[in-house]
């Protein structure tokens, strides 16, 4: 292969993606995720070799039902009987990021932009506050006007805020 290193193989004439080659496995499943409207937010791959979880974690700005999941799950699992993208067995699971996953990428903040946010700093103090704004380096929170560099970011999560029920009194 002459200095190729290239994380596909060929198996029976098919390219079969290797279990860190998340960037093959993308490029193959975004267009249909697209189709509906959604956006790929991470490919989890977890197991031994020949029994993996394949799990697109997938985000909707009006929000990722179980229909769209479904949908998605089934175009992907055909796409995939079509390609043979992954040697042996494998679990394919289509699911929403969630509230308790970190935000660790630009599209999870941008995505939490305007969101309530917990942020732990890599000293232990924790910090909380409304994302106002974000770049490559840094994030502001408003409550009080705080800006964290990144790097200084253990974890930080959107935190579930509830909001009560409007009530209408008849007079």
């Known amino acids: 292969m002459g200095g190729r290193h290239s994380p596909l193989f060929y198996w029976r004439g098919k390219a079969r993606i290797s ?5 093959a496995l993308k490029a193959l499943v975004e267009p249909i995720i697209h189709e509906h ?3 790929l937010v991470d490919i989890e791959l977890s197991g031994a070799r020949g029994n993996q979880l394949v799990r697109l974690l997938i ?12 949908s998605i799950s089934r175009e992907v ?14 679990r394919l699971e289509v699911t929403s990021p969630g509230l308790d996953r970190p935000l660790e990428t630009d599209g999870d903040f941008t995505r939490a ?4 946010l917990k942020v ?6 924790a910090v909380k506050g409304r ?18 560099a ?7 999560n959107i935190e579930p805020e509830l909001q009560a029920a409007k009530v209408e009194h008849k007079t």
């Open 19 to 23: 279990a860190v080659d998340k960037f």
């Open 150 to 156: 990144r790097a200084d970011i253990a974890k930080a």
């Open 113 to 116: 932009q305007g969101r309530l």
């Open 77 to 90: 699992a055909d796409l995939f009987d079509i390609e043979d993208p992954i040697a042996g067995r494998y």
């Open 59 to 70: 985000h909707k700005n009006c929000g990722t039902t179980l229909s769209t999941c479904e």
């Open 37 to 39: 409207e959604a956006e």
């Open 131 to 148: 994302l106002v704004a974000w770049e490559a380096d840094q994030i502001q929170l408003d409550s009080p006007a705080y800006i964290v």
């Open 120 to 125: 732990v700093l890599t000293s232990g103090r």
